[in-house]
């Protein structure tokens, strides 16, 4: 399931939460106020299997692509730095 960061507008409530793709069009409501809640725009970041995924740039991407660790990525497949 999906990973998102909601908002609540009367309390300023804040929470990340796990949605169904189904339920994703589903009003959500405050867990302390039950007021509305709204989908914000999350950070730069992921989350996948509990592991968080950040940055690292086209080589880090490549290197999870192929499963392999950065520092064993074929010459042929490294960005130009």
Do not use: I
Request: contains cysteine.
């Amino acid at each position: 399931m999906p990973l998102y960061d909601y908002a609540c507008q009367p309390c300023a409530w804040r929470e990340e939460r796990h949605v169904k793709l189904a339920d994703f069009d589903q009003p959500q409501t405050c867990p302390r106020c039950n007021g509305p809640m709204v989908r914000r725009v999350s950070a730069v970041y992921g989350r996948m299997a509990g592991r968080v995924l950040q940055g690292g740039g086209p080589d880090r991407f490549t290197a999870d692509m192929m499963g392999c660790r950065v520092d064993e990525l074929p010459t042929g497949l490294r960005a130009d730095k």
